[in-house]
């Protein structure tokens, strides 16, 4: 079987601008949660949120750029961007139509949507910029990357909401495993971080209004962030061929549904995608020292998932370590898989797992080891990475250390 | 009136090809200034915002709108048009 190894990443999010700034604020525990600050914020009930501070699309991007990208792909650009400069892989001739893009994202352009549905419905205008279409469609991110980086392969936009970019990931894999690509840029990026975004989480009632505490027992909802990440996936002989540093394997994966209920977990569901993702793999549970949990701070979910984790692992579970790096970044929503995977990727290279932070009471329904608000030092052969979407859709990659 | 809408409409087109509105000459043609077709659509976007007008212009066809393009000096007058007929 042909092995999918990574050989770049990129990002930013909420913790830094590139990767080297996210994995130094997820090894200090630091939280990139605050004051949301855009218009209308004052309106919202729930006035914190992950934001990308400090950002000035100037400085990246010319305006004839950035009248076609919204937000969201301005973030997949920047971290595509640096995912192949670190990859070291320039794509032309040949490799071009076997190389492609698979994002996931979940809002697609959403502040595009809220600010042409402000001039045509609050300012009472009749004209909206003419890219409003090409700015706001979903796969918006992806064929922009797909253009700034040649890649002429399979490309299209992944949307399962907060298992977007782990289903994405997911295909990227199987693409470079059926032999239809040797290079795929995957990852995702979200950007739902406006007015109209936060509103329609509000109507739900689970979002928190302090802090993300997952497996606290004092938890009280989750809380939204935006960004991106985007990896080079490369077939591992083309890698090894070109001497790529390969940061890591990627093993395996699994998706399943729950078919139960449009919002709640499923214990069963998540269970079977883990156990799923260990086989693809063909790991044993005692071989994998890291999960890189969904643990998104509401009631429901980080009960369930720890149960599901427990329910895989068995005796395995006392050898594990499971945080939810949420706490520092948010929820990326669509996003969010991608940004995890960085943990899950630094647990590997680095030999430093990621904390929960903000944790401050045991909870008995997750009595895991969830590395509790202090990175710690650990040698792992083997990770996961949690993605349980509303919907009931569940994705689960498995990483090994670089062969 | 004539003056100010020729220089708006210089400033908009040369702003879309990234040029110095003085570069811009009556003769010239969108095409000529390497203006593609996107480019042209937010040219017509800039110039109704600026003047309130709708222009009658299809992307699909634009050889057979009423909005004659041929030229930035075919542009300044049908725009003067426009703007004269949004009065009366």
Redesign the interface.
């Known amino acids: 079987m042909r092995r999918v190894v990574i050989t770049g990443a990129g990002t930013i999010n909420p913790l830094g601008h590139d990767l080297p700034e996210t994995f130094a604020a997820m090894k200090a525990g630091r939280s990139g949660i605050g004051t949301l600050d855009f218009r209308d914020a004052d309106r919202l009930s729930i006035r914190i949120g992950a934001q990308v501070k400090n950002y000035d699309p100037q400085t990246h991007f010319s305006r004839q750029e950035l009248v076609l990208f919204d937000r969201f792909t301005q973030f997949a650009l920047l971290a595509a961007r640096e995912a192949m400069g670190r990859a070291g892989l320039t794509v032309e001739g040949a490799l071009a139509e076997r190389a492609g893009v698979v994002l996931g994202n979940s809002g697609g352009g959403l502040g595009t949507v809220e600010d042409n549905y402000r001039t045509v419905f609050e300012e009472g205008k009749n004209r909206v910029h003419p890219f409003v279409v090409p700015r706001l469609m979903s796969n918006a991110a992806a064929s922009q990357v797909s253009m700034a980086h040649n890649l002429r392969g399979p490309s299209y936009t992944v949307a399962s909401a907060c298992a977007s970019s782990n289903h994405a990931m997911g295909q990227a894999l199987m693409l470079i495993r059926s032999g239809m690509a040797e290079v795929m840029l995957t990852g995702g990026s979200e950007a739902m971080l406006c007015f109209g975004g936060i509103k329609a989480w509000e109507g739900l009632r689970v979002m928190s209004r302090d802090a993300c505490r997952p497996f606290s027992a004092n938890r009280n909802g989750m809380v939204q962030g935006e960004g991106a990440a985007v990896f080079v996936f490369e077939e591992m002989e083309h890698a090894k061929a070109r001497g790529a540093e390969i940061l890591a394997e990627v093993a395996g994966f699994s998706m399943t549904a729950d078919a139960s209920d449009i919002v709640m977990p499923s214990r069963e569901g998540a269970a079977r995608a883990i156990a799923g993702a260990l086989r693809d793999a063909r790991l044993n549970p005692e071989d994998v020292g890291y999960i890189n949990a969904h643990g998104t701070g509401t009631a429901a979910n980080d009960k369930t998932e720890c149960a599901a984790v427990a329910e895989v692992f068995g005796a395995a579970t006392a050898g594990l370590m499971i945080s939810s790096t949420k706490s520092m970044h948010g929820h990326l929503i669509g996003g969010t898989g991608a940004v995890e995977l960085l943990a899950a990727v630094m647990a590997l290279t680095d030999g430093v797992i990621a904390p929960t932070i903000g944790y401050e009471a045991p909870d008995p329904d997750c009595a895991l080891d969830v590395v509790p608000n202090e990175a710690r030092e650990a040698r792992v052969g083997a990770v996961l990475s949690n993605a349980f979407a509303f919907g009931g859709l569940n994705a689960v990659i498995a990483l090994r250390s670089a062969p | 009136m004539s003056e100010d809408i020729r220089n708006r409409i210089i400033e908009i087109i040369a702003e879309q090809a ?1 040029i110095e509105p003085s570069d811009v000459s009556m003769e010239q043609s969108l095409e000529d200034l390497g203006i593609d077709s ?1 480019g042209l ?2 040219a ?2 800039a110039i ?2 600026s003047f309130d007008i ?1 222009v009658p212009f299809n992307a699909n066809a634009p050889e057979e709108s009423e909005f004659d393009i041929s030229s930035v000096g075919a542009i300044v007058e049908a725009v003067t048009g426009l703007v004269a007929a949004q009065k009366a």
Do not use: A, G, N, T
């Open positions: 990234v996107l659509v937010e017509i976007f109704e915002e709708s």
